[in-house]
């Protein structure tokens, strides 16, 4: 669990960093790094990178809540 948690929680960050290069600067980096670096259409690419990094925010959410996160931050019984 503690590599499913971390996962997560690296999706988690990806996604909160994005949303503050949009508010601060206006930058979306998803868009960049899939249309400018990767040269992909990024419509598609772009949706489904949000898709999964907002279930990783919810699924983290939902282990952290529920103590089964596996990571070393908390008491849960998963260690």
């Known amino acids: 669990m503690k590599v499913v948690w ?9 996604g ?3 949303w ?3 508010g601060f600067f ?8 899939t249309f400018n670096l ?3 259409t990024t419509g598609t690419v772009a949706t489904v990178v949000y898709d999964v990094v907002g279930v990783a925010g919810l699924l983290l959410l939902v282990m952290t809540v529920a103590k089964k ?4 931050c908390c008491e849960c019984d998963c260690k």
């Open 6 to 14: 971390w996962i997560l929680f690296v999706l988690t960050v990806v």
């Open 16 to 18: 909160a960093v994005n």
């Open 20 to 22: 503050g290069l949009v």
């Open 26 to 33: 206006e930058f979306d980096l998803v868009t960049y790094v």
């Open 38 to 40: 990767l040269g992909l």
């Open 69 to 72: 996160c596996g990571c070393c």
